[in-house]
């Protein structure tokens, strides 16, 4: 295939992305507008479902801005053969491969992200800000960038510079080890999150004693899961939006509660929140998720591999010789039809988890306090009560408020 079709290709593949992820927004935007389903009258009052409306189709129109933006500002650089000009300006800086290399990747994620910024202002100081959901001050912003721009130049670093290396010393065979040195890090990273990278943004607590840990404990020894490690962490620096999750592994699992969450539900709202999070872990649900995410890592590193090495797409984004990462930076492209499909299923995964999630906390203590918690959080959050269906299968992780309610009525 020569240059010319593979920039084509790149283009198409773009445009197609660009197209159906805005069909399947407009098609969600206008379901949004359906009669509320009998299971979720309550959820709103007349005032705040004007609100929830005019939220979620500022959202959408924002959306459509930002992501047009980026889309036409990425056709053009491809045109113009932007990253070729990059790659040999780069050249002329450090003539040495893997410097060129890093460099690379550090000024094409630093422009981009950039270029970004003004996005997420808007995004958070004026959208979220005028629907009461910002907390964030102009200060916690900054240094939230910085502190990322730090990790990345550290992780990133480190990561990008040992897969260049590997590349050089064992070419087609790189990603055999890329791939196990990757997986360890995934591991890593899954265990030891909360511990060394959440510290950084946000202040992390043990719960403290009282009545919503003594319901919690009471709890906990019905279905044996450790107490000691359940946490409140201080969303509320950020957003008023609330939320729990579930990290880590062994003896480094922990469940993780924002304050904001403990603010507006019930204790019995609360311990059924935390029974769905202990239902991920008694499922295994964290386990597995990371195991199909390293498999999906191979298998994107193993296609790399054959790509790698092409002058053709080098010379499509415009370069003068064989680079590695412009094959890189273009084969992210090429994959990504790939990875919508893989996304598909993953959601697919994490949806039969979720459900899976749900019955054990209903199984294993109420029906109605997680019904009502997961009611609560959507309205708090301006939520959508009728999403599309395609666009639910296409983008959810979660199923949907009404299709987890019912499943969860239907249990005995």
């Known amino acids: 295939m020569d240059y010319q079709t593979i920039l084509y290709l790149l283009i198409g593949i773009l445009t197609f992305d660009f197209l159906l992820n805005k069909v399947l927004g407009i098609l969600n935007n206008k379901s949004r507008k359906q009669p509320i389903p009998v299971e979720l009258d309550g959820i709103y009052d007349e005032e705040k479902y004007t609100k929830s409306q005019a939220y979620q189709a500022e959202v ?41 290399s890093l460099y690379f990747f550090g000024v094409v994620y630093f422009a981009s992200d950039l270029i970004g910024i003004p996005f997420d202002i808007y995004g958070t100081f004026v959208i979220e800000e005028k629907y009461g959901f910002n907390k964030m001050t102009a200060k916690t912003f900054v240094l939230d960038k910085l502190k990322g721009y730090v990790l990345t130049l550290i992780i990133g670093g480190i990561i990008a510079a040992l897969f260049i290396v590997l590349v050089m010393f064992f070419e087609e065979n790189f990603w055999i080890y890329f791939w196990v040195a990757i997986s360890v890090f995934m591991i890593f990273i899954n265990m030891f999150y909360t511990s060394l990278i959440i510290p950084l943004f946000n202040k992390l607590s043990p719960l403290e ?78 386990i597995w998720s990371m195991l199909l995410s390293i498999l999906q890592t191979g298998f994107m590193l193993w296609l790399l591999s054959k790509f790698i090495f092409s002058s053709e797409i ?14 890189v930076f273009a084969f992210a492209i090429l994959f990504s039809p790939i990875s919508t499909i893989i996304g598909m299923f993953m959601n697919l995964f994490s949806r039969k988890n979720e459900y899976e999630a749900d019955a054990y906390a209903v199984k294993t203590y109420k029906k109605e306090p997680l019904i009502t918690a997961l009611k609560k959080l959507t309205s708090d959050s301006l939520g959508n009560l009728t999403p599309h269906p395609w666009y639910e299968f296409m983008n959810y992780s979660h199923p949907s408020l009404l299709k987890r309610i019912r499943a969860m009525q239907a249990i005995k």
Do not use: C
Not at 78 to 90: M, N, P, S, T
Not at 315 to 325: K, P
């Open 60 to 100: 959408f129109r924002f959306s459509i801005i930002s992501s047009t933006f980026s889309f036409l500002l990425m056709l053009l650089v491809l045109w113009l053969g932007g990253f070729g000009w990059l790659d040999e300006y780069l050249r002329g800086l450090a003539s040495v491969e893997p410097l060129t």
């Open 209 to 286: 004693d009282g009545e919503l840990k003594s319901a919690i404990t009471n709890y906990s020894q019905t279905v044996n899961f450790p107490l000691n490690n359940i946490f409140v962490i201080d969303g509320s620096k950020r957003s008023s939006k609330g939320n729990a999750f579930f990290s880590g592994l062994g003896k480094k699992k922990k469940v993780v509660l924002y304050d904001t969450l403990i603010e507006k539900h019930t204790n019995e709202e609360l311990v059924g929140v935390l029974a769905h999070e202990v239902g991920h872990f008694k499922k295994k649900h964290i």
């Open 314 to 327: 080098s010379w499509a984004l415009g370069g003068n010789v064989t680079a590695l990462h412009l094959n």
